[in-house]
């Protein structure tokens, strides 16, 4: 039992990690790894479903937390130095990835994929490559001397926060940085620095609500659609995936300048690869173990 916690915590910390990566998806790990739909379910389902789950929520979701404290303390340095290799190494292990979510989506059914799958798959990848024009702010908004309109505002983009969390492919990072609060945040809590948090507990808390509520909100609407258009859902993501590894090479490319920094884009991509290759093997082990330890499921019986 404190094996398998220690895989759902680990596994946990790496969709945290990735969820703020600038470009990355939390979410697309979260698929990878079989865990996405049974995340959902709980969620949207909290009395009848999460309560009874816990086993499996608890080490996920400190792992998540870790993960963030753990990329939010270290990507200064890394974003500075290496911004533009992160992001190959990223587009590299999702696009290693993505046979894997075309064969979630199809599960055992051998068909070819309907006109709908193909839609929401065409939908999904346009959805993602419209966020290559959204440019990022040019100013860091302030988390300090807040009024009634900055705390909605704050609300919604807790909001929005989550949706790039329930969403895969979506980049929570990304949005962070078009609307100027990546910088802060990460300062906030990659700073560990309590007195600056107490200065700016008033930005955190609606931001929280936002997430909470946007969450459940979302959760239960995913939910809907896996339940009754699972097929086309993970089509939508595929799609995603897709567009997030057109996104992030694009914006990789726009950087791309200097013998060095080629050099390092080029290792970068190995890295992926090699990554990609050992992260294929273990998620899928990981997720047959994730499915069958699911209550309800045959084996958890």
């Not at 969709?15 to 939390?26: E, N, Q, R, W």
């Not at 340095?77 to 894997?100: C, G, K």
């Not at 802060?184 to 909470?212: H, K, N, T, Y």
Request: aromatic share 6%; glycine share 10%.
């Amino acid at each position: 039992m404190v094996g398998r916690s220690l895989k759902d915590f680990l596994v946990g910390a790496l969709v945290g990690i990735m969820s703020m990566m600038p470009g990355a998806s939390g979410g697309i790990i979260a698929v990878i790894f079989g865990i996405y739909e049974r995340l959902i379910a709980d969620i949207a389902d909290i009395r009848n479903k999460l309560l009874k789950d816990l086993r499996f929520i608890v080490p996920v979701g400190i792992g998540m937390l870790v993960g963030l404290v753990v990329c939010a303390v270290g990507i200064d340095a890394l974003l500075q130095d290496w911004e533009v290799p992160m992001m190959f190494f990223f587009a590299t292990l999702i696009l290693y990835q993505m046979p894997d979510i075309r064969d979630l989506a199809n599960g055992d059914d051998d068909s070819r994929p309907t006109s709908w799958n193909v839609a929401a798959c065409a939908v999904g990848f346009l959805v993602m490559v419209a966020f290559l024009f959204i440019g990022s702010s040019d100013s860091d908004v302030s988390l300090i001397d807040l009024d009634a309109v900055d705390l909605v505002l704050l609300f919604v983009v807790g909001v929005v926060i989550a949706l790039s969390k329930i969403v895969p492919g979506l980049s929570g990072a990304a949005i962070l940085l078009a609307i100027g609060l990546y910088t802060p945040l990460m300062d906030l809590v990659g700073g560990l620095d309590m007195s600056v948090i107490a200065e700016r507990a008033v930005a955190v808390v609606p931001i929280l609500l936002g997430i909470v509520i946007g969450a459940i909100g979302l959760a239960k609407v995913v939910n809907h659609f896996m339940t009754n258009n699972r097929r086309s859902t993970y089509y939508c993501i595929l799609g995603m995936t897709a567009g997030s590894v057109v996104t992030v090479a694009v914006q990789a490319l726009q950087g791309l300048d200097g013998t060095v920094m080629i050099a390092a884009s080029v290792v970068g991509i190995a890295v992926g690869l090699a990554f990609g290759h050992v992260l294929r093997k273990v998620s899928v082990k990981y997720a047959r173990e994730t499915i069958s330890s699911e209550p309800g499921s045959a084996e958890s019986r």
